[in-house]
T-cell receptor, first 115, second 114 residues
Framework: SAVISQKPSRDICQRGTSLTIQCQVDSQVTMMFWYRQQPGQSLTLIATANQGSEATYESGFVIDKFPISRPNLTFSTLTVSNMSPEDSSIYLC????????????FGPGTRLTVL | AQSVTQLDSQVPVFEEAPVELRCNYSSSVSVYLFWYVQYPNQGLQLLLKYLSGSTLVKGINGFEAEFNKSQTSFHLRKPSVHISDTAEYFCAVRGSGGSYIPTFGRGTSLIVHP
């Protein structure tokens, strides 16, 4: 398994500002993902964070709004840009130790409220 | 592509009673199936998974699930629940080959009353 930490655990932000969320894993992993969990809903995949190259975004998500970095095999950041109240969600970092592995592990999440 | 349906958004139950959380899926390929639990203000934790072999899968905290291919179901059960089982439960499915990204259901909120 993997131990995943996220910072911050929660934040309250003003409309129009940006927030960067950090995800740190205690071991090298092949795959890292970012999910959004809106209130009362399931998880929606935002993007796959690729080391050393641009992230792969799912339909409905764009790099200008959710820029992602992954400088190495243990760390990634997700920025939520120009925030609006609709961005209020839990943002979850997830990893697979090896590509194609059957199980994904999740971080504790970052609870974001935008006023 | 795969899809997951969790038929119950909320399941209230009394402590020590049995519980079943229902999950149905659709897929055109062989699948892996998962149940995750999310306790309040925490991330998701893997409860159990079905990859192949025995259709009855046992997980942590006394939970088990049965894979039924003909009914395309993967229902989660526990014979006697505790207050501490109160949480959100997510069923997920992914293809056993090819795409490695799971699709999640909308979740079932299990509420255990004393």
């Amino acid at each position: 398994s993997a131990v995943i930490s996220q910072k911050p655990s929660r934040d309250i932000c003003q409309r129009g500002t940006s927030l960067t969320i950090q995800c740190q894993v205690d071991s090298q992993v092949t795959m890292m993902f970012w999910y959004r969990q809106q209130p009362g809903q399931s998880l929606t995949l935002i993007a796959t964070a690729n080391q050393g190259s641009e992230a792969t975004y799912e339909s409905g998500f764009v790099i200008d709004k959710f820029p992602i970095s992954r400088p190495n095999l243990t760390f990634s950041t997700l920025t939520v840009s120009n925030m609006s109240p609709e961005d209020s969600s839990i943002y979850l970092c997830s990893v697979q130790l090896l590509a194609g592995e059957d199980t994904q592990y999740f971080g504790p999440g970052t609870r974001l409220t935008v006023l | 592509a795969q899809s997951v349906t969790q038929l119950d958004s909320q399941v209230p139950v009394f402590e020590e009673a049995p519980v079943e959380l229902r999950c149905n899926y659709s897929s055109s390929v062989s699948v892996y199936l998962f149940w995750y639990v999310q306790y309040p203000n925490q991330g998701l934790q893997l409860l159990l998974k079905y990859l192949s072999g025995s259709t009855l899968v046992k997980g942590i905290n006394g939970f088990e699930a049965e894979f039924n291919k003909s009914q395309t179901s993967f229902h989660l059960r526990k014979p006697s629940v505790h207050i501490s089982d109160t949480a959100e439960y997510f069923c997920a499915v992914r293809g056993s080959g090819g795409s490695y990204i799971p699709t999640f259901g909308r979740g079932t909120s299990l509420i255990v009353h004393p």
